[in-house]
C-alpha cells in the first residue's frame, strides 16, 4: 500500500479564515479522495479529486467552501473555506484504484475553528 | 441514502476475551473492508473481502463475507490492549460508485 502524508496533523484556525491541507502520496495513484470525520463520527466522502479537472462532489458539498487542487497523480490539497466552529473535523485523504476499491488512508488533519 | 448498520456501538471487555462484531446492510456489496482507527490516527485496513462466503484471516482477526452478501462479521481472539480502538465496517453498495462507512464499533479494554 501507499505511504500518505498529510500536512498539517493539526491546527486551530479562527472563524471566516480558510486552511489548506496538503496530502502527499510516495507512489503515483489514480483516485484521491478526502473525507470529513467530524466528532465521534463515522467518515463521510467530501469529493474525489480528480487530475486535471474539477473535483467530484458528493450530496452536500460545494466547491466555493471546500475547493480541490490535484496537479498530478501523488499530490492533493484541499481547502476549508471561510470556517465557522461546525467545520471543526478531522479531514482526511485516501487513495485507491477506484471509488469501489479498496482505500488506504493519511493520518488525517484535525481542525478545531474557535 | 445506503446505511451500513454496524453493533455493537461500544464494547467493554476484559483483556484475553475475544470480540465479534458485525455489519448488515440491505443492499448487496461486492467488498466488505474492516478497518480500525486509532485515537488521532487515520484508519487503517484490517481485511479485505471480495466473494461471498469468504472467510479471511490476518493474525488473530478473522472477517467474513456474508453468504447473502448483505453483510459481515469481524472477530478478534485473545484480545490486547491495543486492540483498543474503533473498528470500522466499509464497502461499496452494488451499482453504487463510492464507499460507505458504519457508524464503528468503540472497543474497549477493562484494566
Known amino acids: 500500500s501507499a505511504v500518505i502524508s498529510q500536512k498539517p496533523s493539526r491546527d486551530i484556525c479562527q472563524r471566516g479564515t480558510s486552511l489548506t491541507i496538503q496530502c502527499q502520496v510516495d507512489s503515483q495513484v489514480t483516485m484521491m479522495f478526502w473525507y470529513r470525520q467530524q466528532p465521534g463520527q463515522s467518515l463521510t466522502l467530501i469529493a474525489t479529486a480528480n487530475q486535471g479537472s474539477e473535483a467530484t462532489y458528493e450530496s452536500g458539498f460545494v466547491i466555493d467552501k471546500f475547493p480541490i487542487s490535484r496537479p498530478n497523480l501523488t499530490f492533493s490539497t484541499l481547502t476549508v473555506s471561510n470556517m465557522s466552529p461546525e467545520d471543526s473535523s478531522i479531514y482526511l485523504c485516501s487513495v485507491g484504484k477506484r471509488g469501489t476499491d479498496t482505500q488506504y488512508f493519511g493520518p488525517g488533519t484535525r481542525l478545531t475553528v474557535l | 441514502g445506503q446505511q451500513l448498520n454496524q453493533s455493537p456501538q461500544s464494547m467493554f471487555i476484559q483483556e484475553g476475551e475475544d470480540v465479534s462484531m458485525n455489519c448488515t446492510s440491505s443492499?448487496?456489496?461486492?467488498?466488505w473492508l474492516w478497518y480500525k482507527q486509532d485515537p488521532g490516527e487515520g484508519p487503517v485496513l484490517l481485511i479485505a473481502l471480495y466473494k461471498a462466503g469468504e472467510l479471511t484471516s490476518n493474525g488473530r482477526l478473522t472477517a467474513q463475507f456474508g453468504i447473502t452478501r448483505k453483510d459481515s462479521f469481524l472477530n478478534i481472539s485473545a484480545s490486547i490492549p491495543s486492540d483498543v480502538g474503533i473498528y470500522f465496517c466499509?464497502?461499496?453498495?452494488?451499482?453504487?460508485?463510492?464507499?460507505?462507512f458504519g457508524k464503528g464499533t468503540r472497543l474497549h479494554i477493562l484494566p
Open positions: 443492499s448487496i456489496f461486492n467488498t
Open positions: 466499509a464497502g461499496p453498495p452494488i451499482r453504487d460508485d463510492k464507499i460507505i
